[in-house]
């Protein structure tokens, strides 16, 4: 009868240690999963540009590529470079998109808005099926 209480606790004792385990391993997930986001977050990864509310188009800020966004006599000349994004040329009179700092991290934008151009950096997040816990 003793024999087998120990047996139980002795099983009990394994299971607590796997549960232990089990958490540790999950904690560590989640921190490496919250350093990931953390880090994305600070530095976006994609140039979101609007006209006049529509999507023009997107771009990965790792390319560097060069945008023509015309509408109508609207124009702007958006540049693509190391990770960076930034209007070079314009056709607006106030010039204040061209003289923006470029821009790089999430939520950051550059706006025109004589050509209703916005062009804003965006993370793209939980777009693997892997990030989904
Ligand atoms: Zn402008």
């Not at 087998?4 to 490496?32: H, Y």
């Not at 930034?86 to 106030?94: E, F, H, K, R």
């Amino acid at each position: 009868m003793g024999k087998f209480k120990d047996i139980i606790k002795k099983q009990e004792s394994r299971k607590a240690r796997n549960d232990v385990i089990f958490i540790a391993s999950l904690l560590l997930v989640v921190l490496v999963l919250a350093c990931v986001l953390f880090f994305s977050a600070e530095e976006g990864n994609t140039v979101r540009v609007t006209v006049d509310g529509r999507l023009f188009g997107e771009y990965s800020l790792l390319e560097n590529t060069t945008v023509e966004i015309v509408n109508g006599d609207g124009y702007n000349l958006l540049i693509i470079e190391d990770g960076k994004a930034y209007v070079d040329t314009a056709s607006c009179p106030d010039g204040i998109c061209s003289s923006h700092r470029p821009v790089s991290r999430n939520g950051e934008s550059i706006i025109c808005l004589p050509n209703k151009v916005v062009i804003e950096i965006h993370t793209v997040t939980n777009s693997g099926p892997d990030i989904a816990v």
